[in-house]
Nanobody, 115 residues
Framework: QVQLVESGGGLVQPGGSLRLSCAAS????????MGWYRQAPGNQRELVAS???????NYADSVKDRFTISRDGASNTVALQMNTMKPEDTAIYFC?????????WGQGTLVTVSS
């Protein structure tokens, strides 16, 4: 069983920055891709950003040019740097790791953007 542990959520003002981290219990290069989904109250879970085993990244249109996903193989972590944050970024953010059709999930971390 893969464990994914997120950290870094919290309260930030509009225009501010926050960095999320996801630590995996195994070698992250075993996964086809990893990344972050988010779910706001009343909304479906949506993909925010992903990075595949080859290092190719993908972003939701709503976060392009504001969020950056990265990884560190030495520590088996994936990070999400979030800049110029907006109230609509408020959600629970979930780290995931995909192997073919199987997904492992973190417990989620709450991000609130509010003044």
């Amino acid at each position: 069983q893969v464990q994914l542990v997120e950290s870094g959520g919290g309260l930030v003002q509009p225009g501010g920055s926050l960095r999320l981290s996801c630590a995996a219990s195994t070698n992250i290069f075993m996964f086809n891709d990893m990344g972050w989904y988010r779910q706001a109250p009343g909304n479906q879970r949506e993909l925010v950003a992903s990075i595949n085993v080859g290092g190719i990244t993908n972003y939701a249109d709503s976060v392009k040019d504001r969020f950056t996903i990265s990884r560190d193989g030495a520590s088996n972590t994936v990070a999400l740097q979030m800049n110029t944050m907006k109230p609509e970024d408020t959600a629970i953010y979930f780290c995931y790791a995909r192997t073919l059709r199987h997904y492992d999930w973190g417990q989620g971390t709450l991000v609130t953007v509010s003044s």
